[in-house]
């Protein structure tokens, strides 16, 4: 808003002073400028009055050279719903994130016809860049137990455990927040291409995990961060690093919680799996409807005409027998205990009543145990807005 008697600011001008003072991940991906700022009766701030931001592409940069990057530049546009996408328009930087992702990686093998992973859209945001990886992809890369969010190829990296179901892709947005110079890896769950078999126990999924971790990283001091099921693996991958003399820097918990005290130890019903995949697809059974099945999330998101229909139509079984698998494991695991600092971070909004709190890590971790409070729900944790405020403190220095 300006000031009284001056012109409307110059958004551009605002960007470039932010991005003198703050890290790449702090600067605001939209600027919108206002007659006046809505105010409450009480004289503050109406934050629900505020329009939502518009993500636009530069107006002044590069075109389309080619008819592969015209069509990847009206794909981007199509997906980001935005009029126009300059071929070095960074697909996160205009509001993309995971799911969205997943719509475009779709887009792209229907219109182009190259399967390319999803991790190629995560490494080359632009299509500038993944113009470059077009025929390059190998099917399935976008499951690998180690994906990369952005690679850097050194420096510090922070390593992220997927939740429950198994994918790791929520860490996207991390491609836009994460600091000029730091790597994000994210660990994805073995058998999501319904081909390797499942672990045994949490212990020998974070034995694997911290041999995937020391290919990129041979020595600590070591970033580990987990949401939900994530945090108690990566809590273990802690300990296991810990007893190998390995420097543990940051152990991040996302709403995460050690479920051997308080979890029943019945077999997870197929009514619970299809509840919680319903739940991560972002589906739900309408009023007066009867309960989800399996068929019928896939049928909602095909109606819904969802970016998940084709992963659900392809793997839903696999993530299923993942979920069912992750369930039991966590439910059996009784954490050690780690020598070192734990940070944990609380869904603040719809908190569950069913779970114990935070101080229940405290018999599991000899250090110093700080609980931050986030103003999302704990399915919001992956939001980008959640991440960006997480990791301004976990991100690691160097």
Not at 144 to 171: A, M, N, Q, R, T
Request: net charge negative; with cysteine.
């Amino acid at each position: 808003v300006a000031e009284p008697g001056n012109d409307a600011p110059d958004t551009e001008a605002l960007r470039a002073h932010a991005a003198g003072l703050l890290p790449e991940y702090m600067v605001p991906s939209a600027f919108v400028v206002l007659d006046r700022l809505p105010l409450t009766t009480n004289g503050k701030l109406n934050r629900r009055a505020l329009p939502a931001p518009v993500f636009a592409a530069d107006a002044a940069g590069r075109g389309p050279r080619n008819p592969r990057e015209e069509i990847l530049c009206g794909l981007f546009a199509e997906i980001l719903g935005v009029p126009t996408v300059g071929i070095d328009d960074n697909f996160f930087e205009l509001g993309g994130h995971s799911l969205l992702a997943v719509q475009l990686i779709s887009r792209i093998r229907d219109v182009l016809g190259d399967g390319l992973a999803i991790r190629a859209l995560f490494a080359a945001p632009t299509v500038a860049t993944l113009v470059e990886q077009l025929g390059r992809s190998s099917g399935g890369a976008e499951f690998d137990v180690l994906l990369p969010i952005k690679d850097h190829g050194g420096g510090s990296s922070v390593f992220c455990v997927h939740p429950v179901s198994g994918i790791g892709w929520c860490y996207a947005p991390l491609a836009g927040i994460a600091s000029p110079g730091h790597s994000v890896f994210a660990l994805q769950a073995r058998g999501l291409d319904g081909e390797e078999s499942l672990p045994g126990s949490l212990r020998e999924m974070a034995a694997d995990y911290v041999r995937q971790i020391r290919a990129v990283q041979e020595s600590g001091p070591y970033h580990l961060m987990g949401w939900s099921f994530g945090g108690v693996v990566a809590h273990e991958m802690a300990v296991q690093l810990r007893a190998r003399g390995e420097r543990v820097e940051t152990l991040a918990l996302l709403d995460s919680y050690p479920a051997h005290e308080t979890a029943t130890r019945l077999p997870i019903t197929e009514e619970d799996v299809t509840a919680g995949l319903a739940e991560f697809f972002g589906v739900r059974a309408g009023d007066g409807e009867e309960p989800l099945t399996m068929t019928g999330i896939v049928a909602a998101l095909r109606r819904d005409r969802s970016m998940f229909t084709e992963l659900a139509e392809r793997h839903l079984a696999d993530i299923a027998a993942i979920y069912r698998n992750n369930h039991r494991i966590m439910t059996e695991h009784v954490p050690g205990e780690f020598d070192g600092d734990v940070r944990f971070y609380e869904a603040g909004r719809e908190r569950p009543t069913d779970v114990c709190a935070a101080t229940a890590w405290k018999s599991h971790v000899s250090g110093r145990l700080d609980i931050a409070r986030i103003a999302c729900s704990h399915a919001e944790m992956a939001r980008p807005e959640s991440l960006a405020e997480i990791w301004q403190v976990i991100a690691p220095v160097g």
